[in-house]
């Protein structure tokens, strides 16, 4: 499978989480072998918690799957730029790749904002692909919060 067709599990996710009211942003991890080890979306509200953003729920399920907290041969995909939390997570998680979809200028920390993994306190700095399916993945936010509004 490519990118666009990973990131495409991705947006999927992303949807089912708009579908529970929760901002639609999916992720996925991957492992060398091309199989998906995990696949979540935004939750923060259902679990009333504000670290359940899809990227560190991927991250959890997958380090309790593997029974160890560094996951060095994934890849995760994700719909939007990770924020600074998210980005601080794959880094202490070793996460060899992170392919994400539509930038964030706003809460962004990977290319916007921040920029984390270029600060010299950053641990590990992920092989970074941006820009997959960037405008299906922005569509899908901005209809969500034009409908909220």
Do not use: W
């Not at 490519?2 to 991957?30: C, N, Q, S, W, Y």
């Amino acid at each position: 499978m490519t990118d666009e067709d990973f990131m495409h599990e991705a947006i999927l996710e992303a949807k089912a989480a708009a579908r529970r009211g929760e901002v639609p942003v999916g992720a996925i991890l991957v492992n060398a072998k091309g199989e998906i080890v995990a696949r979540t979306g935004n939750a923060p509200i259902a679990l009333s918690d504000p670290t359940a953003h899809a990227e560190i729920l991927a991250l959890r399920d997958a380090a309790y799957q593997a029974a160890n907290y560094r996951l060095t041969d994934l890849t995760l995909y994700v719909t939007l730029e990770p924020c600074a939390m998210c980005a601080g997570a794959l880094s202490h998680a070793r996460i060899k790749r992170l392919v994400f979809g539509a930038p964030d200028l706003k809460g962004g920390a990977v290319e916007s904002g921040i920029k984390f993994f270029e600060s010299p306190a950053c641990h590990h700095r992920p092989d970074i692909s941006s820009g997959i399916r960037a405008i299906e993945c922005g569509d899908l936010l901005r209809s969500f919060f034009k409908a909220r509004r």
